[in-house]
Every structure is written in C-alpha cells, then in structure tokens.
C-alpha cells in the first residue's frame, strides 16, 4: 500500500497508519480477553482510540498525565454545556445529562487540586468545537437526539479509555485511587447514556473504554 493511502471504514475514512495502530491496540486488548464488541469499527472510532491513548503514552509523570486528565475533563464539561444549550435533549435525558455535566466538573476539579497539589500549574481550559473535536468529533453535526447520545456515548469512551491507560503510568497510590474512582463513574455514565439511547447497558464484562 502507497503511504498517504486510506482505508474505507464503516462510515468514513481513516488513514492506513490510524487504522495499523488501532489494530495493534485491538490485538493488544483481544490477547488480554477484552477486545472490541463490535465486527464493524465506526472510523469516528479510530481517532477517538488514537488521540486518547496516543496523549497519555506521550505522558511519563504524574503531572503529566493529571493535566491530560484535566484537558479531558473539561472538554467533557464543554461538550455537556454546548448539548444542553441546544433544544434536542428532552424529558428526562436532560435532567441525566446535567448530573452526568456536574460529575465531570467534579472530576476536573479533583485533578486540578492533585496537579496543583504536586506544585505544578493546570493547562488552559478548552473553549471551542475546535477543542473538543480533538477527543471526539462531531459535536458541530449533532442534529437529532439520537446524536446527542451517541455523541456523549462516544465522548465518555473516550474518557474511560484514559483512565484506563492512566492507570498504567501513575505512581502515586492516592492518584490511582482517585482515577479508579472517577473512571467507576464514567462507566456508570456509560449504562445511563446506553439505557435511554436503547442499547445494551453493559454489553462487557470490564469497561475498557470501547463501544
């Protein structure tokens, strides 16, 4: 295969090098008796998987991977408020998503007090489309609310899938007690979300941050 050539993937279009590195982190998940639940992967997926892993792979220290953890964080909370500002969430999907909005706050803030506790100071806060596009795209194209769910379906993938990998790089006991915490409450995030969106609330085992 030429380089620069790419792949069709479900609905879209990925980069040959996207898709090899997707495929070893797949294998890589599959050896360890996870593995990803569907036959067809979404090319959204793709991204999501890479940008997420790749950020904390790039992360060596405690500090490090607490501000991508901030970074995180707050892209969630943008992407709560820019949904919830719209008309498409309904009935009881709003009052969800507000509670859902508050413990991702709650999840930044903890990180912000570890990070700043370690003497270091937190990253600039997220404040487009353009920054949450970086964990997970699409929030510009949401039009129904069965895209509102999907959309923070995928958003709070991507937020299990880095504590997942955080977990393998911290060092200090109480920040692993605090990332396991907080990665427990995003995939309870995950069954409310599958619940009113039809889906199989918890379609694994072990919540590993894939769809």
Known sequence: MT??????????????????????????????????????????AVPLLLAVRNAFAESD?????????????????LAYDR?????????????????????????ADAMTKALTDLGETPPPAPSGVADVDKVVKGLSDVRTQTDVLSFAIELETALVAAYHDAHAKLVEAKLLQTAASIMADEGQHLVVLRQAAGRPPVPNALETGEQ
């Open 3 to 44: 380089a620069g050539a790419r792949i069709v993937i479900a609905d879209g279009n990925a980069d040959s090098a996207q898709v090899a590195a997707f495929e070893r982190d797949r294998r890589e998940l599959i050896r360890r008796g996870l593995g990803f639940g569907g036959a067809i992967v979404a090319a959204s």
């Open 83 to 107: 949904l919830l500002a719209g008309d498409l969430p309904a009935g009881r999907i709003v009052q969800q998503m507000r509670v859902l909005r508050g413990h991702e706050q709650q999840h």
């Open 61 to 77: 220290t405690d500090g490090t991977i607490l501000e991508q953890a901030i970074t995180l964080e707050r892209v969630a909370v």
